[in-house]
């Protein structure tokens, strides 16, 4: 028999005779850890995964009996799929039927056996119900092991994130930095009043783009994790304005239409979604093109929603890479990329319950749009947006 967790056991609920302590003798005897109670309100008291199954007898119900064993059921958590084996009497004692017609029409992992029952049925049905714990226990298991493994992935790529926005702030100080010396250099060996004051001015000037560029990352640390209704235009206008210095360096034009529409969303996330999809863009672009992000409100049917659409006329997304450009690890990018961002951003767009939606094409005119919709209102409004597939066709302008 597989080994157990010595605390997990089935329990018997026979609150008449010795039936309880005969059939929790005799699974013990076999290997079962099991244990007996008078009733089946008991059995609340065990948490769900220290239950293997229970075993009834048709007096259990009796009473506030089924109405118990109903709330114990409804009450068993997502993965559970509780066995529940019922000893009953049948047609001999009619006052337990109706309960156990009951039972056998709400419960369906219940298991009727006929009184009086053979040792070997019972102990089959208690294997098989066994088996089936096991399994919906490995699958528990295997379950929340993914997600402490996926939390450690969205993690790493906020890490990710974050060393890119360093790396991209330094880039962006450095230019009025080097500007601001030779500024400075200037004014001490002006000639005049005039030409000093006129450089010094230019020199506050760079300071105030430090200062902004300064102010635009904090945000992206800064900004609240809880949902809240917020400004995408403004949003985007701040993600932008990171990667200018590094879109006049490689050529790449912006093309920037924001107007005032309202998400509900966590505005921390969403920027870091942004960030990842204009990061990809200018990837795509490296030797000089277009960057378009549009803020839009959208109507689909009936319900509203904002659209945010990142854009670049790259070379497009190869037909071989699209079936895995959402896994995880999976990159283009070699050593400069985690294979993450794609796979973390359509995780917080879902998050927020919007949708990801991309379009590329690799023929001329060439390039990839991707799109996120997320719901403009709070959500005991929301409305499910309509299924968003990737397409061949392309408008990027």
């Not at 010795?18 to 009733?39: M, W």
């Not at 009953?88 to 219940?110: D, F, K, N, W």
């Not at 714990?133 to 997600?147: S, W």
Request: glycine share 8%.
């Amino acid at each position: 028999m597989e080994t157990v967790a010595p605390d997990r056991r089935f329990l018997v609920v026979a609150p008449v005779g010795r039936d309880g302590d005969l059939i929790s003798g005799l699974l013990t005897g076999c290997g079962y850890a099991a244990g007996c109670v008078p009733r089946i309100a008991d059995s609340a008291s065990v948490e769900s995964a220290q239950l293997l199954g229970l075993i009834l007898t048709d007096e259990a119900l009796a009473g506030d009996g089924i109405d118990a064993l109903l709330d114990l059921v409804q009450r068993q958590p997502a993965w559970s799929d509780l066995p529940i084996m019922l000893l009953t009497s049948g047609p001999a004692e009619p006052q337990y039927a109706a309960v156990a017609t009951r039972a056998r029409m709400e419960i369906h992992s219940l298991t009727l056996l006929d009184r009086p029952v053979r040792k070997e049925l019972l102990l089959c049905a208690v294997q098989v119900a066994f088996t089936a714990r096991m399994k919906q226990l490995e699958v528990r298991d295997a379950t929340e092991r993914q997600v402490h493994s996926d939390e450690a992935l969205r993690n790493t790529e906020k890490l990710a994130v974050a060393g890119r926005l360093a790396a991209t702030m330094a880039h962006e100080v450095n230019n009025p930095l080097e500007a601001l010396g030779n500024l400075l250099f200037l004014v001490e060996n002006s000639a005049s009043l005039e030409q000093s004051k006129s450089f010094a001015q230019m020199a506050a000037r760079e300071l105030s783009r430090i200062s902004e560029i300064v102010q635009q990352t904090l945000r992206f640390h800064r900004a609240p994790a809880k949902p809240e209704l917020i400004d995408l235009a403004e949003l985007a206008s701040s993600a932008v304005a990171l990667f200018r210095g590094k879109m006049l360096e490689r050529h790449i034009s912006e093309k920037l239409r924001a107007r005032r529409t309202l998400a509900y969303c966590s505005a921390g996330e969403i920027r870091q979604a942004l960030v990842n999809l204009i990061g990809n863009a200018i990837d795509a672009v490296p030797d000089g093109g277009r960057l378009y992000v549009r803020i839009t409100p959208v109507t689909i049917k009936g319900a509203h929603f904002a659209r945010i659409t990142v854009a670049d006329t790259g070379s497009g997304i190869r037909n071989d890479v699209r079936k895995n450009l959402f896994t995880q690890f999976f990159t283009t990018k070699g050593s400069r990329g985690t294979g993450l961002g794609l796979w973390l951003t359509r995780d917080i767009v879902q998050r927020n319950q919007g949708r990801l939606h991309y379009r590329t094409q690799t023929k001329s005119p060439s390039g990839t749009a991707f799109s996120i919709y997320l719901p403009s209102t709070a959500p005991l409004d929301l409305v499910q947006t309509p299924p968003l597939r990737a397409s061949q066709g392309l408008r990027a302008g």
